[in-house]
């Protein structure tokens, strides 16, 4: 091999390794959501976590940053948006907020909610989204949702007159 094949090849690997370093840089957030009773209890779910209508619930999330600069763990700003709908109606959450993240620090939040009445049979879902000062997203949890009828109590007085 000549000398410009191996500067061609120190070059090409030089690159390949900047490339790496960058993908692992940056701003990076982990994020887990789970939906709770009103009592706290996690609602165990393989797929949609079903939920009963005019019901409160905890939406709960879990984040970390793992942000770098250089290799070296990093503050940064993130702002948290939640969303959530209910069949065709939308359940309301506090707008976004930011969360001052110290380099490797973890935060858990539990927000309350309520299903909308009227959206029984329906489907609808919570999702978190995490992103940096310009916008860009930088992590993202969402859970479905099948959406049941509250329970109704029929009661009626019957009097009876025997002959």
Not at 35 to 46: M, Y
Not at 96 to 125: E, K, M, Y
Not at 148 to 155: E, L, P, R, T
């Amino acid at each position: 091999m000549n000398k410009r094949g191996i500067a061609l090849g120190l070059t090409g690997l030089g690159l390949l390794l900047m490339s790496q370093r960058k993908k692992k840089e940056g701003k990076e957030v982990e994020v887990k959501l789970d939906i709770l009773t009103a009592e706290g209890i996690p609602i165990p779910h393989n797929s949609a976590v079903i939920v009963m209508e005019g019901a409160t619930y905890i939406a709960r999330f879990a984040m970390t940053n793992r942000s770098t600069r250089g290799g070296v763990p990093v503050a940064t700003d993130i702002t948290v948006w939640m969303s959530g709908v209910a069949g065709p109606m939308s359940i309301l959450f506090p707008t976004g907020w930011v969360w001052n993240a110290a380099a490797g620090q973890s935060l858990t939040r539990d927000i309350t909610f309520s299903i909308p009445i009227g959206t029984a049979g329906q489907t609808g879902g919570v999702a978190i989204s995490l992103r940096t000062a310009d916008n860009d997203e930088l992590a993202r949890a969402a859970v479905d949702m099948l959406i049941q009828s509250m329970a109704i109590i029929y009661a009626a007085d019957l009097q009876l007159d025997v002959m």
